[in-house]
C-alpha cells in the first residue's frame, strides 16, 4: 500500500460521509497511483511506460443514463431534452447514501484535490473520490493542479464519487439500468456508479461549468480546441467527432491553449482542463506526433490492444472499443500553452465532414449564418463496417456539445453572436468531409488544402478576397484560396453529375431545416432567416 504524501484533514473526509480514513490515500503522485494500480492488478504498463487500463462495461459515456436532478434550482433554467434527463431528488439521496455506504466498505479509496477553469477569476475547487486508483490518477492527468501550499486551505466546492463496482438498481434508484451519471447543482455533487470510463468524470466538470458560467458569470462556454500564434492571435476549433478537431489545432507554429473545453470571457479564453483526452485509433507518429509521444510514463491508455506477446500498443485494433484513448496532462505536448489562457479570438472555425459532398471546403458566415450553424452542429458520419450500408447518418448536435449542453442552446449561440459582434471575429465553415460526389463515389478533402485554407483564413489572406454567394445555403465563398485550385472551391463544380449535386444539396438543407424546428422557438427571427433553402 503506497503511504500518502500529504495527510488530509479526518473532519474533511468525515463532512463528506467517508468514514475509513485510515485507508484513504490522498494527493497521491502519479507514480504511487501506477504502482497503486499494477498492485491490485488492473493495469500494465506499455513498452512506452504509460498505464494501460481497462474500463471494463462501459468504453464510452453512457448519455441515456447521465441524470440532472430536477429541483427549485433547475427546475425552470436547465432546458429538459434527451440528453438533460430529470431524475427526483429523493433518488439522489439514495443513491449517494448507497455510494457512501459502498465506499466505506472498500478497502482503500483515493481522494484528490484539484481544479477546473485556468483563469483564476473562475476557478472551481472540486474534490474526487474514487473507488480505483487509475480513476484518480485520470483526475490528475485531466484538472487542474494546486500547489502543495494551497492545499493546507483547500475547500472544495464541488465533490465526484466515482464506485464503478457499484451496481445500481432501477426500482429503487430511479435509473434506467445499473449505471448511472447523477448531476445535482443544489448539492454540488457528481454520483458516478456502474461505470468505470474515466471520460464521465471529465464530462460531468464540463456539463456544471456549461450551467454555471453562461447562467451566472456571463462567460460563453464552447466544446472545442483553441491555439494562439506568435503574435497573440487566438484560434478556436469546433467541431464533432471526426471532423478533423485535434489534427487542425495541433500547428507546431500555434501553442495549444486546449484541445476540449474552454471559456470565453470579456478578456480572453481560457482551458477548463489541465489535460487532453485524446483519441488513439489509428494513430500514427508521422500524422500526430504530439499525441504519439505523449504516451509516456504519467499518462493512460484506455481499452488499447496490443501486438501479441508484447506490451506494444497496436492504434489499428479496434477490437475492444473505437473509443481507444489517452489521458496526459497538457504539459506533455511540447508546444502547449502554459498557463493555459489565450487573447480574444480573431477567427472561429465551424468544423463539419460532410459525407454528401455539397457544403464547400471553406466559406465566410455572418453572425445569424454562425449562430444557426453553430445550434445545428451538423457532421456526417458515415456507416461502419456493417455489410451493404453505403449511406452516410447525418448528426446534429447543438452547439457541437448536445449532451453536456444544461442550457437551450439559443443561450450559447445568442453569447455567440454577441461576443461576435462585440471583437469583429471572422466564422468559417470548414467541410473537412467530401468533394467530387459523396462518400462512395466522390473522395475526400485533401488535408494539405484544408490546412492552407486555415492559414489563409488566420493569415488575413481571406480579408479582401472576393467571394460568392452559395445558392443552397447562402454563406460566402471565396472565389480563390492560396495553395488551393480553384475549381476545388465551389462544390458543384466537383461533380460530374450537376443534377445529382442539385437533389443532394436540397436533401441535406431540408435535414437542416427539420432538425432546427426544435430549436426555433429559442431563437431570433433573423436567426431563422439564416436557414438554407431547402
Known amino acids: 500500500?503506497?503511504?500518502?504524501?500529504?495527510?488530509?484533514?479526518?473532519?474533511?473526509?468525515?463532512?463528506?460521509?467517508?468514514?475509513?480514513?485510515?485507508?484513504?490515500?490522498?494527493?497521491?503522485?502519479?507514480?504511487?497511483?501506477?504502482?497503486?494500480?499494477?498492485?491490485?492488478?488492473?493495469?500494465?504498463?506499455?513498452?512506452?511506460?504509460?498505464?494501460?487500463?481497462?474500463?471494463?462495461?462501459?468504453?464510452?459515456?453512457?448519455?441515456?443514463?447521465?441524470?440532472?436532478?430536477?429541483?427549485?434550482?433547475?427546475?425552470?433554467?436547465v432546458h429538459w431534452n434527451n440528453f438533460n434527463i430529470p431524475i427526483d431528488e429523493k433518488y439522489f439521496h439514495i443513491v449517494h447514501t448507497k455510494i457512501l455506504?459502498?465506499?466505506?466498505?472498500?478497502?482503500?479509496?483515493?481522494?484528490?484535490?484539484?481544479?477546473?477553469?485556468?483563469?483564476?477569476?473562475?476557478?472551481?475547487?472540486?474534490?474526487?473520490?474514487?473507488?480505483?486508483?487509475?480513476?484518480?490518477?485520470?483526475?490528475?492527468?485531466?484538472?487542474?493542479?494546486?500547489?502543495?501550499?494551497?492545499?493546507?486551505?483547500?475547500?472544495?466546492?464541488?465533490?465526484?464519487?466515482?464506485?464503478?463496482?457499484?451496481?445500481?438498481?432501477?426500482?429503487?434508484?430511479?435509473?434506467?439500468?445499473?449505471?448511472?451519471?447523477?448531476?445535482?447543482?443544489?448539492?454540488?455533487?457528481?454520483?458516478?456508479?456502474?461505470?468505470?470510463?474515466?471520460?464521465?468524470?471529465k464530462k460531468g466538470i464540463f456539463t456544471i461549468l456549461n450551467y454555471i458560467l453562461p447562467h451566472e458569470e456571463n462567460v460563453l462556454s464552447m466544446h472545442c480546441s483553441a491555439n494562439m500564434g506568435a503574435d497573440g492571435d487566438t484560434a478556436v476549433f469546433f467541431g464533432l467527432s471526426g471532423t478533423g478537431k485535434t489534427t487542425l489545432s495541433a500547428d507546431p507554429k500555434r501553442k495549444l491553449i486546449g484541445d476540449d473545453e474552454h471559456g470565453w470571457t470579456k478578456d480572453g479564453i481560457f482551458n477548463f482542463e489541465g489535460g487532453c483526452y485524446a483519441k488513439l485509433i489509428n494513430l500514427s507518429e508521422e500524422k500526430e506526433p504530439e499525441i504519439f509521444n505523449a504516451i509516456r510514463p504519467g499518462a493512460i491508455v484506455e481499452n488499447v490492444k496490443f501486438f501479441e506477446g508484447t506490451n506494444k500498443i497496436n492504434f489499428d485494433d479496434a477490437s475492444i472499443t473505437e473509443n481507444t484513448r489517452v489521458s496526459y496532462p497538457l504539459d506533455f505536448i511540447s508546444n502547449a500553452q502554459i498557463p493555459s489562457v489565450g487573447n480574444l479570438p480573431r477567427?472561429?472555425?465551424?468544423?463539419?465532414?460532410?459525407?454528401?459532398?455539397?457544403?464547400?471546403?471553406?466559406?465566410?458566415?455572418?453572425?445569424?449564418?454562425?449562430?444557426?450553424?453553430?445550434?445545428?452542429?451538423?457532421?456526417?458520419?458515415?456507416?461502419?463496417?456493417?455489410?451493404?450500408?453505403?449511406?452516410?447518418?447525418?448528426?446534429?448536435?447543438?452547439?457541437?456539445?448536445?449532451?453536456?449542453?444544461?442550457?437551450?442552446?439559443?443561450?450559447?449561440?445568442?453569447?455567440?453572436?454577441?461576443?461576435?459582434?462585440?471583437?469583429?471575429?471572422?466564422?468559417?465553415?470548414?467541410?473537412?468531409?467530401?468533394?467530387?460526389?459523396?462518400?462512395?463515389?466522390?473522395h475526400r478533402m485533401k488535408l494539405g488544402h484544408t490546412r492552407a485554407m486555415i492559414t489563409a483564413a488566420l493569415e488575413g489572406k481571406l480579408d479582401d478576397v472576393e467571394t460568392v454567394a452559395d445558392p443552397v445555403f447562402g454563406v460566402a465563398v471565396p472565389k480563390e484560396v492560396p495553395g488551393v485550385p480553384t475549381d476545388v472551391l465551389t462544390p458543384r463544380n466537383t461533380w460530374t453529375d450537376k443534377d445529382a449535386f442539385d437533389a443532394k444539396a436540397k436533401f441535406l438543407?431540408?435535414?437542416?431545416?427539420?432538425?432546427?424546428?426544435?430549436?426555433?422557438?429559442?431563437?431570433?427571427a433573423d436567426v431563422l432567416a439564416a436557414a438554407p433553402k431547402a
Open 1 to 77: 500500500m503506497s503511504v500518502p504524501t500529504i495527510s488530509i484533514p479526518t473532519g474533511k473526509l468525515v463532512n463528506l460521509g467517508l468514514s475509513r480514513t485510515e485507508s484513504i490515500h490522498y494527493q497521491s503522485t502519479p507514480e504511487e497511483l501506477v504502482q497503486d494500480t499494477l498492485r491490485i492488478g488492473e493495469g500494465v504498463l506499455t513498452d512506452t511506460g504509460a498505464l494501460a487500463i481497462n474500463t471494463g462495461e462501459f468504453t464510452g459515456r453512457s448519455p441515456q443514463d447521465k441524470f440532472t436532478v430536477k429541483d427549485e434550482t433547475t427546475a425552470d433554467s
Open 101 to 201: 455506504e459502498y465506499l466505506n466498505e472498500q478497502p482503500e479509496l483515493w481522494v484528490r484535490d484539484c481544479y477546473a477553469c485556468a483563469d483564476p477569476r473562475y476557478r472551481l475547487n472540486i474534490r474526487v473520490v474514487t473507488e480505483k486508483p487509475w480513476t484518480n490518477l485520470f483526475a490528475y492527468n485531466m484538472f487542474l493542479r494546486p500547489e502543495e501550499e494551497a492545499l493546507e486551505d483547500f475547500e472544495a466546492e464541488w465533490h465526484v464519487l466515482s464506485a464503478p463496482g457499484l451496481r445500481l438498481d432501477p426500482a429503487t434508484d430511479g435509473t434506467r439500468q445499473h449505471n448511472g451519471a447523477i448531476v445535482s447543482f443544489k448539492h454540488k455533487t457528481i454520483l458516478i456508479a456502474g461505470t468505470g470510463y474515466t471520460g464521465e468524470t
Open 347 to 442: 477567427n472561429i472555425f465551424f468544423l463539419t465532414c460532410d459525407a454528401y459532398g455539397v457544403l464547400p471546403p471553406i466559406s465566410r458566415l455572418t453572425k445569424e449564418q454562425a449562430m444557426y450553424q453553430f445550434i445545428s452542429g451538423y457532421t456526417a458520419k458515415v456507416a461502419g463496417t456493417e455489410a451493404g450500408v453505403t449511406e452516410p447518418k447525418p448528426t446534429f448536435s447543438a452547439c457541437f456539445g448536445a449532451p453536456f449542453l444544461p442550457l437551450h442552446p439559443g443561450k450559447y449561440a445568442e453569447m455567440l453572436g454577441q461576443k461576435m459582434e462585440e471583437n469583429e471575429v471572422n466564422v468559417w465553415l470548414i467541410n473537412t468531409g467530401w468533394t467530387g460526389g459523396p462518400y462512395g463515389e466522390g
Open 509 to 524: 438543407a431540408g435535414l437542416f431545416v427539420k432538425n432546427f424546428e426544435k430549436y426555433a422557438s429559442g431563437v431570433s
